[in-house]
């Protein structure tokens, strides 16, 4: 571990305070998107499109309802929210729905899961004791392709390995645990389907004098080969993310990165067994709070981002090393996320100010539209 535990209890804390909702991309069920975090949008009710979901008051926790063309109520529970670090809003039951997560308990540690009924919660189920892991990199992620997310995480002091707990729908039995490895850096560790083959691989950043990409394949039920990047720049640590650059079912690295004239995005294509080429994008303000997700319905993640409090934007990729234009939109403040709101297959731009005060202008591929508000 790079950080020690103190250290990087720390800063998982001041993240969490930070940054509401960390997604990294492809952290998922194949076709679902998961939330690493306890505030964002995902599909809770299982009609295909994102709702709202957060915790208020570190007791409540609820999701508000997508309708496509406005908002509907707001099934809430309350509960232990669980630590910062491994909060999740998943499909843990392999319905369709998420489901939210979370690690709970003083001296032991357990999993705790509230499933979703779609207009409800269940009772939450618990495991028994378990090794929580380090806060970096503890995620819920579908490791065995059985289409319901498992917990995993970096494990051991000294000698690190993975180790996911696989979730049966209502429990957990038994974990595909790794031999030891180099776990990488804090920032970047995420775990992302590099290969296309529906299940999720992990992958960080490597490396002290010179930093390259390292990818663990997960084979179902234990670990396959590890490949890495030749050296390059790894970016900013907040930027670090896995999206499907070029469309080919894959993960690819991508970052912002300093080039002449200021800052860029630039992304290294995964092949399935390495590493190609990387693109990068002429200079740009490349904003805060970056995202990858496709705002044009063409299968290829764009690079979203906060421009201003009120004024975000996404700049299109062509998957062939240039990219395209940029759409924006002003006139919401909040922080922003970029969901499927109607369930068009193209991502719209939502933005978060409170509980209660949301509000998502609709994608048409080349631009944003008609806002919707609670």
Not at 79 to 90: E, I, Q, V
Not at 168 to 177: E, L
Not at 188 to 214: I, M, T
Request: contains cysteine; glycine residues 16%; negative net charge.
């Amino acid at each position: 571990m790079r950080l020690g535990r103190a250290m990087a209890v720390a800063v998982a804390a001041l993240l969490m305070l930070l940054i509401p909702g960390i997604r990294p991309a492809h952290a998922t069920v194949p076709g679902f998107h998961n939330i690493q975090g306890d505030t964002g949008w995902t599909d809770f009710n299982g009609d295909g499109m994102a709702d709202a979901c957060m915790i208020r008051d570190t007791v409540w926790f609820g999701c508000t309802l997508s309708t496509g063309t406005g908002f509907s109520y707001t099934p809430t529970d309350a509960g232990d929210p669980g630590y910062a670090a491994g909060r999740g809003w998943a499909d843990v039951t392999g319905d369709g729905k998420a489901d939210y997560c979370r690690v709970v308990g003083a001296g032991y540690l357990m999993l705790s899961c509230t499933a979703s009924t779609g207009s409800g919660f269940e009772p939450p189920f618990i495991s028994g004791s378990i090794d929580a892991g380090w806060d970096a990199g503890r995620a819920w992620a579908d490791v065995t392709g059985d289409g319901r997310a498992d917990y995993c995480r970096v494990v051991g002091s000294g000698s690190y390995s993975l180790r996911c707990e696989v979730s049966t729908g209502n429990g957990w039995n038994g974990a595909v645990q790794s031999g030891g490895l180099d776990p990488g850096w804090d920032a970047g560790r995420s775990w992302a389907d590099v290969n296309g083959d529906g299940k999720a691989d992990y992958c960080r950043v490597v490396g002290l004098v010179f930093q390259s990409v390292q990818c663990t394949l997960s084979t179902g039920s234990g670990w396959g080969q590890s490949f890495s990047s030749t050296p390059l720049d790894a970016g900013y640590n907040e930027t670090r993310k896995w999206a499907d650059f070029n469309g080919d079912g894959r993960a690819d690295y991508c970052r912002v990165v300093s080039v002449i004239g200021g800052t860029a995005v630039r992304c290294t294509v995964s092949t399935g067994t390495g590493f190609g080429a990387s693109f990068t994008s002429p200079a740009m303000n490349t904003g805060d709070n970056g995202a990858w997700a496709d705002v044009n319905g063409d299968g290829r993640d764009d690079y979203c981002r906060d421009i201003s409090w009120d004024y975000g934007a996404c700049t299109l990729t062509t998957g062939s090393g240039t990219f395209g234009a940029t759409l924006s939109k002003g006139g919401m403040s909040g922080v922003s996320s970029w969901p499927d709101f109607n369930g068009d297959g193209m991502a719209d731009f939502c933005r978060r100010a409170d509980w209660w005060t949301i509000a998502c202008s609709i994608s048409n591929g080349t631009s944003f539209g008609a806002i919707y508000t609670t």
